[in-house]
């Protein structure tokens, strides 16, 4: 048994998984504390009326098989849920068998299911392949003028790059050409990010984007017709879990809900509502975490060892004794980008919306909003993550993303008002009435992206200092200030928890997830 005390601060994928991993291998002394009343963290589902809603949308799959056999640990997959219980998905270049849990079936409810993905652009009002495909029914939408006017643009980018890549914009003009980007890049991430692409850093393309051109979706076009599975070429991309992916019957947030039970059971304790304000160090390392409670009540943890997953410029600002002036000025300086979900229920979608059935619904998981003129970037349709998230199945479960920065006139508006807007924006894109309009709620959450702008180009000066203290290990997405996924987040605090049971202070590990050449959510043509 490994008596060393352990402080975990958030209660999201992260800061769980850490949990999980130390208490398994033995740690006997953990805390987790959690600001808020609910685990998962992002990856939470909120109950709306029976309805749930997933925050941001929470694909389950991942190119590491520690990651797969860890959620499917958690959370066996239905026996019904795959053919003759068996599923083989293929994924960059690898394969992998899924076989279902035998005493696991759908009517189970912690269970994991096999979900089809597709997610499409909504522009001009009409659909298209997300990503954007390179292929005649594509040109046949935009028209072969406009196509041809991409075409001239991108051969332009690529005989006069911009040098040095330097901000966003010279990230996707040097892959896509100027017209592309401004058609499909520019208005979609300045609607998400609030700040221009020239003011956003060039790291974040390398980040989310990565490996996918035009080069390469024109290759993908040209070799999809000789795909076959098991035929060699290309064959390892025909079944892929960009098209087939796992979800928790109820939402991600079940799957986080197993997790805490199981940490509960494994000795570990876990503190709702504990909201760290100051974490305090003495010759060189952190001692104590300090939380407080709604009532105003202060609890102090002895730390032997920390695993941060709250924002960095949180972390840095509650140090005692305080950080370098320099290190604060960076850490005030980091900026995120916040969310708002306006929920809405429907009994039927539109006619234009070309959907099947008496509800008109649309196959996608997600929809890229590209219309000019409204606020919405992003809608989810919870019907196609998982029919148990709708309480009634003859109604159309939607979620309306926006995106916005804390304290603008956006976050501010009253709920009423933003359900207002979404019945709008909804009706103005032609995909609901109003008069179909059956409830709606409002979800905000902060801190939902870690910005690369602001001073985020100095980040590497807070890494170093942070870096420094031997027994403190940042993890997760705003631990780490890193557009990560679940999965990411996950690594990092497996990492995180394996230096901390080898007694190690080398924090690389750590920061080498997610580092990768391929991204593999922005295949081409997935």
């Not at 979609?188 to 956003?200: A, H, L, N, P, Q």
């Not at 359900?419 to 409830?439: F, N, Q, S």
């Not at 170093?464 to 990092?492: I, K, V």
């Amino acid at each position: 048994m490994v008596t060393r005390r352990v402080v975990i601060i958030g209660a999201g994928p992260a800061g769980l998984t850490a949990a999980h991993e130390l208490a398994s291998a033995g740690t006997s002394d953990i805390v987790v504390l959690e600001a808020t009343r609910t685990v998962g963290g992002l990856a939470q589902s909120i109950d709306c009326n029976g309805n749930r809603i997933d925050i941001g949308g929470h694909r389950f799959f991942s190119k590491s098989d520690w990651v797969m056999d860890w959620w499917l640990r958690m959370l066996p997959l239905a026996a019904d849920a795959a053919d003759a219980g068996e599923l083989q998905l293929a994924y960059q270049g690898m394969r992998r068998r899924l076989v279902a849990a035998p005493a696991a079936t759908k009517s189970d409810p912690r269970a994991m299911l096999v979900r089809r993905r597709l997610s499409r652009i909504y522009f001009d009002g009409k659909f298209f392949d997300y990503p954007l495909k390179a292929d005649l029914d594509t040109a046949l939408k935009l028209g072969l003028w406009r196509c041809a006017g991409f075409a001239a643009s991108y051969a332009w980018a690529k005989v006069f790059p911009r040098r040095p890549e330097a901000s966003l914009e010279d990230f996707f003009i040097n892959r896509f050409g100027r017209r592309l980007y401004r058609q499909f890049f520019r208005d979609y991430t300045e609607k998400v990010w609030g700040t221009s692409c020239d003011r956003i850093s060039a790291q974040w393309g390398a980040q989310r984007v990565k490996s996918l051109s035009i080069a390469k979706a024109l290759r993908h076009a040209i070799l999809k017709p000789f795909r076959r599975v098991g035929s060699g070429l290309g064959a390892a991309e025909q079944t892929s879990l960009i098209e087939r992916f796992l979800y928790p019957k109820y939402g991600p947030g079940l799957m986080w809900e197993v997790t805490a039970e199981r940490l509960r059971e494994l000795g570990a304790r876990l503190e709702l509502e504990a909201k760290v304000h100051r974490i305090e160090h003495h010759e060189g390392r952190v001692r104590a975490v300090l939380a407080r409670r709604p009532d105003g009540r202060e609890q102090r943890f002895e730390a032997d060892a920390v695993i941060s997953s709250m924002p960095v410029r949180d972390l840095v600002l509650g140090l005692a004794p305080e950080a370098p002036a320099r290190v604060r000025e960076i850490a005030a300086g980091l900026e995120y980008r916040d969310f708002v979900i306006v929920g809405a229920l429907y009994r039927r979608l539109m006619p234009n919306a070309a959907g099947r059935g008496p509800l008109n619904l649309v196959p996608d998981n997600w929809i890229y909003v590209q219309e000019p003129g409204v606020k919405v970037g992003r809608l989810q349709i919870f019907n196609n993550w998982s029919p148990y998230l709708v309480s009634d199945p003859n109604t159309v479960w939607i979620g309306m993303e926006y995106f916005c920065s804390e304290g603008d006139e956006l976050w501010k508006e009253s709920d009423d008002e933003l359900m207002r807007l979404g019945r709008h924006e909804m009706h103005k894109l032609r995909l609901a009435d109003p008069a179909d309009h059956l409830y709606g709620v409002v979800v905000r959450m902060p801190k939902a992206y870690p910005g690369y702008f602001g001073t985020y180009e100095f980040f590497g000066e807070i890494r170093r200092y942070l870096d420094a203290f031997p027994n403190l290990y940042l993890a997760g997405r705003n631990g780490m200030h890193r557009y990560n996924n679940q999965d990411h987040s996950m690594l990092s605090a497996k990492r995180a928890a394996e230096a901390i049971l080898a007694g190690s202070s080398d924090k690389t590990p750590i920061w080498n997830v997610n580092i990768d050449d391929e991204y593999h959510e922005e295949k081409p043509g997935g």
